[in-house]
């Protein structure tokens, strides 16, 4: 079995997911409307969910996600 290599991150989660949203953000403003805007839009809106979940998995009172939109149960 090959053996995996370990890479030990120098900087935490959070942090690099905000550097890389700013570097998106800086490319997304810097090109015309289009597919190419819209799609590092979507990698950005990925990146503030995954900072959002990490901060929630690494919060010390641990809730789960609360959801703004109404739910509708089947039959109610």
């Known amino acids: ?3 995996r290599k370990r890479l030990r ?10 550097e890389f949203a700013e570097e998106v953000r800086n ?5 015309p409307p289009g597919v190419e805007q819209n799609q590092l839009q979507k990698k950005l809106r990925q990146a503030d969910a995954a900072a959002r979940i990490d901060e929630w998995a690494n919060s010390a009172e641990l809730q789960p996600p609360t959801d703004d939109r109404k ?3 089947a039959g109610r």
Do not use: D, F, T, W
Request: no cysteine.
């Open 71 to 73: 739910v509708r149960v």
């Open 9 to 18: 991150q120098s900087k935490p989660l959070k942090q690099r997911l905000m």
């Open 27 to 31: 490319e997304a403003n810097s090109l």
């Open 1 to 3: 079995m090959v053996e």
